[in-house]
């Protein structure tokens, strides 16, 4: 006698309005905005391509790393956005999230975005991380791959443990303009394992702040002679000093 466990197949595809957009019905964050409101963090997604624009008055192409990448929801309006003007990589360590990034990628004919399974932090090595059990409602955006200081997230419903690699951005030797951030609290540790690139391009970096360790993030820009602004609770944007983009209706924050 053989037994096997037949999956259901929560995945499926809507329209949002940057096209379409395949989401896990289960996702009680991200997925239910897109199906529900259209799509996910408009607000950022705005300012980014404000700064895009700005970035663009003075060189040909836009370098924007989205580490944290989920199903695409920053790097699939970006990159339709701006088209040739630029190239995104997108990092994701979820395997099945990144799946769903790469189908997302895939079904909007988006051919300037590089997509990487890996998790990102201060050392290149392996983790093992439990992953949330994606057939029932879960916050799957909120997955914390190490504790965090502060967690959000106690309640997601775990289903197995899988290894994923773990890189540092400094193991890519390009100049990058644009770093968004949301690693939920290994943010720290990405900016540590990103100091010779973020020191090379002196990119504007868009980093949620609640659940690392404020005190490391803030020394590592205020080194680098950086000016940040609170752009809501919770998440922070970092402009190096001799930057051509100025910020407008966000309180600035003393590092």
């Not at 390009?174 to 968004?180: A, P, S």
């Not at 980093?207 to 803030?218: H, L, W």
């Amino acid at each position: 006698n053989t037994s096997s466990t037949i999956f259901m197949n929560t995945n499926k595809i809507v329209n949002s309005i940057y096209g379409p957009m395949i989401i896990n019905s289960n996702d009680l964050a991200i997925g239910r905005g897109i199906e529900s409101a259209g799509y996910w963090a408009l607000h950022d997604i705005e300012l980014l391509k404000n700064i895009c624009k700005v970035i663009l008055e003075s060189k040909p192409t836009v370098v924007f790393y989205d580490v944290g990448a989920n199903i695409g929801t920053h790097s699939v309006p970006l990159a339709k956005e701006f088209g040739d003007q630029i190239q995104v990589r997108a990092f994701e360590a979820q395997r099945q999230i990144y799946y769903m990034l790469c189908g997302n990628i895939a079904i909007n004919g988006l051919y300037n975005v590089h997509c990487h399974h890996v998790a990102v932090g201060d050392q290149n090595t392996t983790m093992d991380i439990q992953l949330p059990d994606y057939f029932v409602n879960n916050n799957f955006g909120g997955l914390e791959l190490r504790p965090p200081q502060f967690s959000d997230n106690q309640n997601m419903v775990k289903r197995s443990t899988e290894s994923v690699d773990v890189v540092k951005l400094d193991n890519f030797e390009e100049t990058v303009d644009i770093i968004k951030l949301d690693v939920e609290g290994m943010e720290h540790l990405v900016v540590q394992g990103a100091a010779k690139l973020i020191q090379r391009g002196l990119p504007v970096c868009l980093v949620e702040i609640f659940k690392t360790d404020k005190d490391v993030v803030s020394q590592f820009f205020r080194d680098l002679d950086y000016r940040a602004y609170e752009i809501r609770e919770g998440d922070w944007l970092f402009v190096h000093s001799n930057s051509d983009v100025f910020i407008h209706n966000a309180q600035e924050i003393v590092l």
